[in-house]
């Protein structure tokens, strides 16, 4: 589950890490009194206004700007909230501005220039170990970092029965070049920051940059953060961090429902029990000359209700040419799953794209009777191969 920026500075502030503070509003009209709480606050002059969305690269599409009056203030929030915004990691509709974060400014003069570092935290699976990820090139896309330089992505792995080591955390600040004060101040950040991520039960957090302030202070200037869904019941607050704006209308309907649904930009829609037999059907789906609308797993229970679901998640894609569903009997009997699919196409009623229905397992015949002899247009299949063929006819 995906945060927005100032949900997860919070989360990094309460253990312990400094980070840029902030006002968020999501009214234009509260702009000029959050700029004059922030100045009191923080006794900044002149602020950062940031659009809130799940994206990153939103300075490059124009949702991050300075202000340095109150009548600057005022226009660019006017200018940032409600517009669409689309970076390099929208899609090209982009996504609504709802909320703004008015920031203090950090890069405030002093004797030393400010640097800007990179870091993030996540698991390592071929490791089986968390992992810090850090660069002093900061501020900058990490992937064309990567790229161009990689000699200068540095990683630290951690087993996770010993935690973060003290000489763990000293090695990352001596290799960002730090000493003195900032490099005390680094060791204390990358404690906290990893305790935030291993206390949270993570997947992810990435601070880009991190800045080492004229006067050494170590910050979190922006920071993004990926919550892991299958951790929530542990973390009964998070909930009410959920932004169901900024995800796909169909995919919260779909969780609403207990179904596992991606959606993607294929023409064959797919309803399967099973991530890996999903990941198959779709790879068919692919090699018949179509491509897969959408992942979704509808689990070992299906019935008539999750069917239905399924069906009626599938069909809000204009795009959807021909719905390929793929079950195999192991948990579920067929010919139940066939009664449901029976039930869902009635109850839904006229469905104008063909139906092909592939059923496997315990009860694999009766199931394919009870689909042949409903008077349904629905086709079914037992072998794979026959319902691909039937798939790529359809589409023909």
């Known amino acids: 589950m995906n945060i927005h920026e100032y949900q997860a500075k919070e989360i990094l502030k309460s253990y312990g890490v400094a980070i840029q503070e902030g006002i968020v509003i999501d009214k234009k009209e509260d702009a000029l009194a959050a700029g004059a709480k922030l100045r009191e606050q ?47 990691q929208t899609s090209a509709a982009g996504k609504l501005v709802s909320k703004v974060l008015l920031c203090q400014d950090v890069y405030y003069p002093g004797a030393n220039e400010p640097d800007e570092y ?67 101040g680094m060791v204390k950040f990358v404690h906290a920051l990893y305790s935030a991520y291993v206390d949270t039960d993570s997947a992810m957090f990435e601070i880009n940059p991190v800045l080492k302030t004229s006067d050494d202070k170590i910050i979190a200037v ?45 023409n064959v829609g797919c309803m399967v029990n099973g991530a890996g037999l999903a990941m198959a059907t779709m790879d068919i789906i692919k090699l018949s000359g179509g491509e897969p609308a959408n992942f979704l797993d509808v689990g070992g229970g299906a019935n008539a ?52 229905v592939r059923l496997q397992g315990t009860n694999a015949e009766e199931a394919k009777k009870i689909i042949d002899e409903s008077g349904l247009k629905v086709s079914s299949a037992i072998v794979l191969q026959e319902a691909a063929d039937k798939v790529k006819a359809v589409l023909a």
């Not at 939103?58 to 915004?85: P, S, W, Y």
């Not at 699976?125 to 990567?146: H, K, L, P």
């Not at 998640?313 to 139940?336: E, Q, S, T």
Request: glycine residues 10%; charged residues 25%; negative net charge.
């Open 118 to 184: 990179y870091m993030s935290v996540l698991l390592d699976r071929a490791t089986g170990q968390n992992c810090i990820i850090y660069t002093t090139e900061g501020g900058m896309d990490i992937e064309q970092v990567a790229h161009d330089t990689p000699e200068k992505i540095h990683k630290e792995f951690i087993d996770p029965a010993l935690g973060l080591q003290g000489f763990q955390a000293r090695k990352i600040a001596f290799n960002l070049g730090l000493s003195g004060v900032a490099l005390k």
């Open 222 to 266: 922006d920071s993004k953060v990926t919550l892991d869904d299958n951790a929530l019941y542990r973390h009964k607050d998070f909930a009410a961090l959920r932004d169901e704006s900024e995800e796909d209308p169909t995919e919260v309907e779909a969780k609403k429902h207990d179904l596992n649904f991606i959606k993607l930009d294929g």
């Open 42 to 88: 923080t006794g900044t002059d002149w602020m950062v206004v940031k659009a809130q969305i799940h994206a990153g690269g939103r300075g490059k599409g124009g949702g991050v700007k300075l202000a340095k009056n109150d009548e600057e203030l005022q226009q660019v929030v006017d200018d940032i909230l409600g517009m669409t915004l689309v970076t390099p």
């Open 305 to 356: 209700t999750t069917v239905e679901a399924g069906f009626r998640i599938i069909l809000k894609d204009p795009n959807v040419k021909a719905i390929l569903i793929n079950i195999f009997g192991g948990i579920v009997r067929c010919d139940r799953v066939a009664n449901g699919v029976v039930e869902a196409y009635k109850s839904i009623g006229e469905i104008n794209v063909p139906i092909i």
